[in-house]
């Protein structure tokens, strides 16, 4: 099983821009589709985006399209997630994930999830 760690979460203003890093152990990287999900206090938890094993094709929530990329690095094991134009509500626990491809990650059939890594946007 895959171990992931996510790590760039923080505190920033509205219209900031933050980018989220998820690094996973394994030499099997590389075979993997890899996701964010996102959950806000007292909701559930929600996808973001997801990125096939080779870098495309991607996947986003209708709320982050043109404001937020996924990207991956299988060199570095690691997924990173840039947001940009960052609201109030984008406020949350921001959750990597992996998957057997990205429409299933987009369905939520998930083989492993990181511990989060919290996402502060402030009015």
């Known amino acids: 099983q895959v171990q992931l760690v996510e790590s760039g979460g923080g505190l920033v203003q509205a219209g900031g821009s933050l980018r989220l890093s998820c690094a996973a152990s394994?030499?099997?990287?590389?075979?993997?589709?890899m996701g964010w999900f996102r959950q806000a206090p007292g909701k559930e938890r929600e996808f973001v985006a997801a990125i096939s094993w080779s870098g495309g094709p991607t996947y986003y929530a209708d709320s982050v399209k043109g404001r937020f990329t996924i990207s991956r690095d299988n060199a570095k094991n690691t997924v990173y997630l840039q947001m940009s134009s960052l609201k109030p509500e984008d406020t949350a626990v921001y959750y990597c994930?992996?998957?057997?491809?990205?429409?299933?990650?987009?369905?939520?059939?998930?083989?492993?999830w990181g511990q989060g890594t919290q996402v502060t946007v402030s009015s």
């Open positions: 394994g030499r099997t990287f590389g075979s993997y589709a």
């Open positions: 994930s992996t998957g057997s491809t990205s429409v299933s990650i987009l369905r939520g059939m998930i083989a492993s």
